[in-house]
T-cell receptor, first 113, second 113 residues
Framework: RKEVEQDPGPFNVPEGATVAFNCTYS??????FFWYRQDCRKEPKLLMS???SGNEDGRFTAQLNRASQYISLLIRDSKLSDSATYLC??????????????FGIGTKLQVIP | ETGVTQTPRHLVMGMTNKKSLKCEQH?????MYWYKQSAKKPLELMFV???????ENNSVPSRFSPECPNSSHLFLHLHTLQPEDSALYLC????????????FGPGTRLTVL
């Protein structure tokens, strides 16, 4: 089983649609969770951290379910500029003095006019 | 601008060449990382340095040799690479806080002929 598993997509959605991505992780000792966004041929950038209570940032909502070991990202009212790859990132399980960080393969989103 | 710079941005080299990738972070962080991103694969952690000390070598072939002269600079020395080493090489840093957010540089796109 992959440490962090994501559907690579692509997800093709019309402008204004709501789209949800899920991510599962295998290490129950994981402590921190993030969604990163990566535009084509660019570096990943932090989109938002994911907290146990769930958190929202504008049109973006992230949820964490520790019991089922999955994380979700909901994007409402999709914009063309949301087109990118969304990386699920999990950290935890100390290794050599730092927390191990594992990336999912990313889910590609294409918002269509 | 993320505060993490990488040079060169693009590199084409033959299998017998020796080259070096450079990363510099202006964020005062204590940890620096090298990642490899190949097509259709998740980011692969290669090396981790905490306070200039290497704390992780993720079974990386010896043709990749990292160097961290101080906590702001990180190098990846390359020699006798293979075509399958062609990828985007990303440098990242973080302050070693609990949340472990990674700040990425723009990457070096490497092509090995």
């Amino acid at each position: 089983r992959k440490e962090v598993e994501q559907d690579p997509g692509p997800f093709n959605v019309p402008e204004g649609a709501t789209v949800a991505f899920n991510c599962t992780y295998s290490n129950s000792a994981s402590q921190s969770f993030f969604w990163y966004r990566q535009d084509c041929r660019k570096e990943p950038k932090l989109l938002m951290s994911v907290y146990s209570s769930g958190n929202e940032d504008g049109r973006f909502t992230a949820q964490l379910n520790r019991a089922s070991q999955y994380i979700s990202l909901l994007i409402r009212d999709s914009k063309l500029s949301d087109s990118a790859t969304y990386l699920c990132v999990v950290s935890g399980g100390s290794s050599g003095g730092y927390q191990k960080v594992t990336f999912g393969i990313g889910t590609k989103l294409q918002v269509i006019p | 601008e993320t505060g993490v710079t990488q040079t060169p941005r693009h590199l084409v080299m033959g299998m017998t060449n020796k080259k070096s990738l450079k990363c510099e972070q202006h964020l005062g962080h204590n940890a620096m990382y090298w990642y490899k991103q190949s097509a259709k694969k998740p980011l692969e952690l290669m090396f981790v340095y905490n306070f200039k000390e290497q704390t992780e070598n993720n079974s990386v072939p010896s043709r990749f040799s990292p160097e961290c002269p101080n906590s702001s600079h990180l190098f990846l020395h390359l020699h006798t690479l293979q075509p399958e080493d062609s990828a985007l090489y990303l440098c990242a840093s973080n302050p070693l806080t609990n949340r472990q957010q990674q700040f990425f540089g723009p990457g070096t796109r490497l092509t090995v002929l």
